[in-house]
C-alpha cells in the first residue's frame, strides 16, 4: 500500500517533467512504452487546457492511441475541476451533437467537445452577468444548461412530449431559478451578452425596428417556462398546448412556423 502510495506521489510530481521531455523529444519511445497506461493518463491530464492534451496525442501514433483509448477520463480529469455542473454541462453537449450527427454510431465526449467548450464559456459569461445585474445574486450554472435543453423544443418536436412531462413535475420552488434566469437573458440582459448567446442578431441593432421581434429558442423557452410557472400559479394546464407553439389566450398559434405538421392535420 506504501509503495503504491509512493507511486502515485511520484506521478504527480514528475508529470509536467515528462511532459516537457516528450516536447524536447528527449524520452526514448521504448521507455514511454514501459510507463503504465494510469500514468500516461495522468500525463494528458496534467495539459493546462483539453487543447494541450489533443496537441500532446499528435506526438506520435503511441500517444494518440492512448488519447483515442482514455479521452473520456482525460477530458473529465481536465475540465471537471474548473466546470461548475459539469455533469449537466456534459449531458447537454451529448444532447446537442446527437441532434446535429448526421450518424447513427455511438458519441464519444471528445466528439461533443466543440459544443461542450463553446457552452462552457457562454455558461460562465451568462452567470456572471447575470450576477452582475442583480448585484451578487446566484445563478445556478445548473440553470443555464436546463435552459439550453428547454430551447431545444423549438426546433425538435421529438424532445417537447417528455419536455412537458418534465416541466409538469417540477415545483414553483424548482421553476423560479431557470424563469428568473431566461427572463432576464431575453429582456433585460445587454445587448452584447444577447448577441453573444444567440438572443440576438448583431444587425437588430440597426434594423429591429424596421422588421420587427423575432423569435429565438430563447424566446421559445421563456415562453414554456413561464407558461409552466402561471399553470402553478393558476391551476390551469396550459402549457400542453405552449410546448407545442400554441397561444392558449388568444386560441392562435405563437410561433407559427415550429408547430409541428402533424398537430395542425
Known amino acids: 500500500m506504501l509503495r503504491a502510495h509512493l507511486q502515485l506521489v511520484w506521478y504527480k510530481v514528475d508529470v509536467h517533467l515528462i511532459l516537457s521531455l516528450l516536447c524536447c523529444q528527449t524520452l526514448a519511445m521504448s521507455h514511454l512504452r514501459k510507463l503504465p497506461t494510469e500514468l500516461l493518463i495522468q500525463i494528458f491530464a496534467a495539459s ?3 487543447f494541450d492534451a489533443i496537441h500532446l496525442s499528435a506526438t506520435n501514433h503511441f500517444l494518440a492511441t492512448v488519447w483515442l483509448k482514455h479521452s473520456n477520463s482525460i477530458i473529465q480529469s481536465i475540465l471537471e475541476p474548473s466546470t461548475p455542473a459539469y455533469k449537466e454541462a456534459v449531458a447537454q453537449a451529448f444532447l446537442e451533437t446527437h441532434l446535429k450527427s448526421s450518424t447513427n454510431g455511438p458519441l464519444l465526449l471528445r466528439h461533443c467537445l466543440p459544443i461542450l467548450l463553446r457552452n462552457i464559456d457562454l455558461c460562465a459569461s451568462a452567470c456572471l452577468a447575470y450576477s452582475t445585474h442583480y448585484k451578487g445574486s446566484a445563478s445556478l450554472p445548473i440553470s443555464y444548461y436546463f435552459l439550453r435543453r428547454v430551447g431545444l ?44 448567446q444567440g438572443v440576438s442578431e448583431e444587425w437588430q441593432r440597426y434594423e429591429a425596428d424596421i422588421l420587427g421581434e423575432w423569435e429565438t429558442t430563447w424566446d421559445y423557452a421563456e415562453y414554456v417556462l413561464v407558461g409552466a410557472m402561471d399553470d402553478i400559479k393558476q391551476g390551469t394546464n396550459n402549457l400542453v398546448i ?22 395542425m392535420l
Open 48 to 50: 493546462d487546457t483539453v
Open 153 to 196: 423544443g423549438y426546433f425538435h418536436y421529438q424532445l417537447r412530449d417528455d419536455l412537458y412531462l418534465e416541466l409538469r413535475a417540477m415545483s414553483r420552488t424548482a421553476l423560479e431559478s431557470p424563469c428568473s434566469f431566461v427572463c432576464w437573458l431575453v429582456e433585460h440582459a445587454t445587448w452584447a451578452e444577447q448577441v453573444r
Open 242 to 263: 405552449m410546448v407545442e407553439g400554441y397561444d392558449p389566450f388568444d386560441n392562435d398559434v405563437f410561433f407559427e412556423h415550429i408547430v409541428d405538421p402533424k398537430i
